[in-house]
């Protein structure tokens, strides 16, 4: 199973800069939320995708939280991991302090600060031998692996640090098809979220 497979929803980013929402189950209202947000649709092998073409970082930021906020109003079940709609009027310039880098079924994690550092190691992130990098414990599948990167991701955003994750797809067209089943329209709010997922 890819990590794309695993939530509800889950809203990313192409490295070549377009945002993408993925649904992994019918949604009622969730093409029409999209779409006045900015969203275009497409169908893509096995789902149905929601892109929305490279722009102006706090206009990418507003529609997503726009689409975001109206998705969850039925599902709960939301990960967002998407470094285009990343924006703050505060956010100091330069890079990220923490950068992960999905590849190979495992993710790299690279950080520019002490705090960074810290941060990881309370979620569990081991250095490398190298010291270079960090990596998570050993023996995550895909579920594992998405819950530590969007625990830490979400630790990270309430401790003012900035932090950038990278999927390894380069392009809308390298979105990998599903492997997961479309399920039945939802017909209300889930109670409970099966992942974790980012506040905004």
């Known amino acids: 199973m890819s990590l794309l497979d695993i939530p509800d929803v889950f809203i990313g980013s ?24 900015g969203f275009l649709p497409r169908e893509h092998p096995g789902r149905r995708l929601y892109l929305l073409p490279p722009g102006i ?7 997503a939280g726009v689409a975001m906020y109206g998705l969850l109003a039925h599902t709960h079940d939301l990960v967002d991991l998407s470094w285009t709609t990343r924006w703050s009027p505060g956010q100091p310039a330069g890079g990220p302090d923490l950068r992960f880098q999905f590849g190979d079924g495992t993710v790299a994690v690279t950080v520019s600060t002490t705090a960074a550092r810290l941060l990881l190691e309370q979620h569990g992130f081991v250095s490398t031998a ?50 997961r089943r479309r399920s039945a329209p939802a ?14």
Do not use: K
């Open 130 to 179: 190298d010291g270079e990098s960090y990596r998570p414990r050993d023996g995550l599948d895909e579920r594992g692996l998405l819950g530590a990167v969007t625990a830490a991701e979400a630790h990270a955003y309430t401790q003012g640090l900035s932090a950038r994750v990278h999927l390894g797809i380069p392009t809308p067209s390298d979105i990998p098809a599903s492997t």
């Open 14 to 37: 192409t490295d070549d800069g377009h945002t993408f929402v993925i649904l992994n189950r019918r949604i009622r209202d969730a093409d029409r939320l999209l779409t006045e947000a």
């Open 57 to 63: 970082a706090q206009d990418v930021h507003e529609r």
């Open 187 to 200: 017909t209300g709010p889930r109670t409970t979220p099966s992942a974790p997922r980012r506040a905004r």
